[in-house]
């Protein structure tokens, strides 16, 4: 169990130093393309899109991966507690050996687990306080969303003035994506399955009919669907990369989340935002309503 939790850490910092790389590459491109030459702009938006599609997917697969590995880890433990449970009694000194043993690995596997926590306690503290010196030079502060598999939503939900339900939003982002296939199936289908079949059509309608059944994640794919549906630019904030913006063709105030990667067990999660002093914002522009 002590392996599988560094190895759970080593993907978590391996995928946060690809994001920070890829951030820093698309920071780079929208350097080199000027603001004024329309066509090209275009152009790279969708070349940025797909390639944060592409990280997302493969960061999403590696970590249920991960997961599987590790629910087959403890059944493989619980077989040989079987096995052991159902062998012959041993002599008192053996017997008496084995409980000793197996005690002190009790204590060096709870030993190195509560490190591990400390450790990631550490990194959620260090990237919070890095989020909220970003957020306070623009007079923001976190607000806190449930981790439920809708934070993403959840945190969209909380900065619209009109009343919806995230069912609803999921149910609006899922609708545009099948409804503009072409432009968001070359993103998805650029990765590949465990068994090196590239992803199609029917695999893309289906992540959209579970964007609307069950809880799964939202990223980079629904982020610009909502964003085009409600007209509007969503900014990710992120402690060590550039502040990603999606829909910059669209001019209204722009809705502000914050993406976090040692937030919960699994790294990932949004938080919304809201002013410092909420009771002196006033005269604020009227966020976006959807069309």
Known sequence: MDDLHSEHQRILRRHQREKKELQAQIQSLKNSVPKTDKKKRKQLLQDVARMEA???????????????????ESVI?????????????RSHKAQRKRERMEALERGHQGSN????????A???REEEEKVAAI???????????????????RAIQDQLVFSTSVEMLRSRAASYMQQHVDEFLPFFGNSETETGDSFGYDDF????DNIVH?????????????SHVLKTPIEVIQADSPTLVIGEEYTKKPIILVYLHYACTLGEHYNSVRPVQAEAAGGAAAPPRLQ
């Open 77 to 89: 433990e619980d077989l040989a507690k079987m096995d052991l449970e159902n062998q012959p009694p």
């Open 113 to 120: 687990f509560q490190a591990e926590m400390e450790h990631l």
């Open 135 to 153: 957020l306070g030079v623009r007079g923001l502060e976190m607000k806190q969303i449930p981790a439920d598999g809708h934070c993403m939503y």
């Open 54 to 72: 592409e990280m997302a997917q493969r960061h999403r697969q590696e970590l249920e991966k991960f997961e599987d590995e590790r629910s087959f």
């Open 214 to 226: 069950t809880t799964v994640w939202g990223g980079q794919l629904e982020l610009r669907a909502l």
């Open 122 to 124: 550490g990194f959620r």
């Open 205 to 208: 309608m289906s992540y959209c």
